[in-house]
């Protein structure tokens, strides 16, 4: 038997006869075993939309902590002391400055001062005005993730690692989960705050409907299946796709404790479960690490990454950033969502901001010292030629993020479109 389908068969023993291998050979086999589990034809339309915006991620963080500070102003000093839970180096003066459609910097008794501007102001009182129009929504997606959870209740510590995933606000324990005591109570059978879990109160059918069979329900007489996103091209995947797809479709809110663990019918099941969890996140994608935290509460498979990569035509699984990432195939068309939340709509109205406030900035920036050049006789060649230069200019800490012209559409889309991270969305 080869070494490689002994592991699918039993993953204990594949594992002891690899530590019986010379060095050499474990390293090989080792090697070999790592690529077939997580080799996956790339596609550049979904890898585009795994790709880090670092600037986006560290000026939302910068706008919450203005938020939160005493009337909204903070010294920029106290700033420059969080630059290093932010992963920066370099005056924070000098970064704020760079964005000057989101920031203002004035200076107020020989001390810096930073406040969000009035059109960023508009945007975070936008994302409130969202996030209270959305509270049924949350309520929904909560009630949801409570019905496919095994015992009905989640850990509050493991919930808040993908609370932004699913939209939830921060303060979601203390204003929604009160608010809608019918639906949830918070319990804590140990005592520890780390013991703390939310329960469901009661059942509600009604949301007791995956995405699968509410599009089943919109065309009269289909039965519920999975859809298939991939090209024609792919004929062995497509034949896998059919067989697994010609079984009944099992429900992610059915209780799956008469199922056989390792059988067809629970990794239907599982598949159907992490295809409802992905269509209730905002940009429908998970990292594959925090959802197997929920290995219990989910009853996912230990190998859980074996499995979405059996199903290419549902999930499509990355290792952009070595962060190992499953996307919902069917939520994109190219590198686009398809149907977007509000909140996503306006954390693109926050990138876009960014974006024309960096431009801003770097035109200015470009003019100055072309100025200074002029005085000095340093500049060369015609005003053609200036005119043709780019204005995108980067000093020595932006060169590895760069973010090209405002008015290239694709730099645009890539430049904010895509937030990476769950726990800054």
């Known amino acids: 038997m080869h070494m490689r389908n002994l592991y699918y068969l039993n993953p204990k023993l594949y594992d002891g006869l690899l530590l019986s291998l010379p060095p050499l050979q474990f390293q090989i086999q080792y090697f070999c075993r790592n690529f077939s589990l997580w080799s996956m034809k790339k596609d550049p339309d979904l890898e585009s939309v795994l790709s880090r915006n670092r600037r986006w991620i560290v000026n939302n963080q910068i706008k919450n902590i203005v938020i939160r500070y ?114 949830f109570r918070i319990v804590n059978h140990c005592g520890r705050r780390s013991s703390m879990e939310i329960e469901l109160v009661s059942w509600n059918s009604d949301l007791a409907v995956s995405a699968i069979e509410a599009s089943a329900l919109e065309q009269e007489g289909v039965e519920p299946c999975f859809p298939c996103s991939l090209p024609s091209t792919w004929v062995k995947s497509w034949e896998r796709f059919r067989e697994f797809n010609s079984t009944p479709y099992i429900s992610p809110y059915l209780d799956c404790r008469q199922l056989v663990e390792g059988s067809k019918e629970m990794e239907k099941r599982t598949v159907g479960l992490v295809h409802e969890l992905l269509s209730l996140t905002l940009w429908k994608k998970f990292s594959i690490l925090k959802l197997g935290h929920f290995r219990r509460e989910f009853a996912l498979p230990e190998k859980l990454n074996v499995l979405l990569l059996k199903h290419p035509g549902t999930f499509y699984v990355s290792n952009k950033y070595q962060i190992y990432t499953v996307l919902l195939r069917e939520g994109y068309k190219g590198s686009e969502l398809i149907n977007k939340d509000p909140l996503v709509v306006v954390k693109e109205k926050f990138g876009e901001l960014m974006q024309e406030g960096l431009h801003e900035y770097n035109q200015r920036h470009y003019l100055e010292n072309l100025e200074k050049k002029r005085r000095k006789g340093m500049v060369l060649g015609t005003q053609n030629k200036i005119k043709d230069r780019s204005l995108e200019i980067s000093d020595s800490e932006d060169q590895e993020d760069k973010l090209g012209s405002l008015f290239d559409p694709e730099e645009r889309k890539r430049f904010y479109k895509v937030l990476f991270d769950d726990d800054t969305l």
């Open 70 to 183: 005493p009337n909204q102003v903070v010294p920029i000093r106290y700033l420059q002391k969080k630059f290093k839970t932010l992963d920066l180096q370099g005056r924070a003066l000098n970064w704020v400055k760079k964005y000057p459609c989101c920031f203002e910097v004035f200076l107020q008794h020989d001390e810096y001062y930073c406040r969000l501007t009035k059109r960023m102001m508009a945007l975070v009182e936008e994302e409130e005005t969202v996030k209270d129009m959305q509270e049924p929504v949350i309520v929904m997606r909560l009630a949801k993730l409570l019905m496919m959870s095994s015992n009905h209740r989640l850990n509050v510590v493991k919930l808040n690692e993908l609370k932004r995933s699913f939209g939830f606000s921060d303060d979601y324990l203390i204003r929604i989960v009160p608010k809608y005591s019918d639906l």
